[in-house]
T-cell receptor, first 113, second 115 residues
Framework: GESVGLHLPTLSVQEGDNSIINCAYS??????FIWYKQESGKGPQFIIDIRSNMDKRQGQRVTVLLNKTVKHLSLQIAATQPGDSAVYFC????????????FGTGTSLTVIP | ETGVTQTPRHLVMGMTNKKSLKCEQHLGHNAMYWYKQSAKKPLELMFVYNFKEQTENNSVPSRFSPECPNSSHLFLHLHTLQPEDSALYLC??????????????FGPGTRLLVL
């Protein structure tokens, strides 16, 4: 099966700093990727997605970068706020798998006020 | 709110009990999913339904029985569970296209404890 790994299980940043969360994916054929945020006691919440025909996509305070050469995905959060404290998951979706998502274990982000 | 609701939010049951988890989506989606989330493990896909038809069963034990009466509702019937089945059970929904690759939207989950 697929495996999606995160380089660091935990990350602590100061409020106001930028955060970078990394993800390595395994299937070079995967052509759709999503970042989710999961706060304590809640389900995963969609943050941003990117398709393989793009290298970068920006949202509100978040940017996703995709490097297909090394099968690496990153999520950048600008001006991190206490409300950003959560577990962040990346998911890769290979084509023709019936929309099966393959998730990593997640990175726990803690924002220090 | 994501438009996907789950009830109950918390459930404690004995190994001989029968209970059901309910999921409802208000997004007009055609695909619904059950996932199991255990501590320090990736989300595990359990079942997939498209247009009420089950299209995926990821080797889930028969003590978990899904039911999808329509595209908006999904149930997970639980019977004679084991303590290792204690986890957060997440429901998700998505649009469905022939090529797949549609964003899935998750509910808040049901926290299940099996004693």
């Amino acid at each position: 099966g697929e495996s999606v790994g995160l380089h660091l299980p935990t990350l602590s940043v100061q409020e106001g700093d930028n955060s970078i969360i990394n993800c390595a994916y395994s299937n070079s054929a995967s052509d759709y990727f999503i970042w989710y945020k999961q706060e304590s006691g809640k389900g995963p919440q969609f943050i941003i997605d990117i398709r393989s025909n793009m290298d970068k996509r920006q949202g509100q305070r978040v940017t996703v970068l995709l490097n297909k050469t090394v099968k690496h995905l990153s999520l950048q959060i600008a001006a991190t706020q206490p409300g950003d404290s959560a577990v962040y998951f990346c998911a890769e979706i290979p084509p023709n798998t019936g929309n099966q998502f393959y998730f990593g274990t997640g990175t726990s982000l803690t924002v220090i006020p | 709110e994501t438009g996907v609701t789950q009830t109950p939010r918390h459930l404690v049951m004995g190994m001989t009990n029968k209970k059901s988890l309910k999921c409802e989506q208000h997004l007009g989606h055609n695909a619904m999913y059950w996932y199991k989330q255990s501590a320090k493990k990736p989300l595990e896909l359990m079942f997939v339904y498209n247009f009420k038809e089950q299209t995926e069963n990821n080797s889930v034990p028969s003590r978990f029985s899904p039911e999808c009466p329509n595209s908006s509702h999904l149930f997970l019937h639980l019977h004679t569970l084991q303590p290792e089945d204690s986890a957060l059970y997440l429901c998700a929904s998505s649009p469905w296209s022939s090529g797949g690759e549609e964003t899935q939207y998750f509910g808040p989950g049901t926290r299940l404890l099996v004693l």
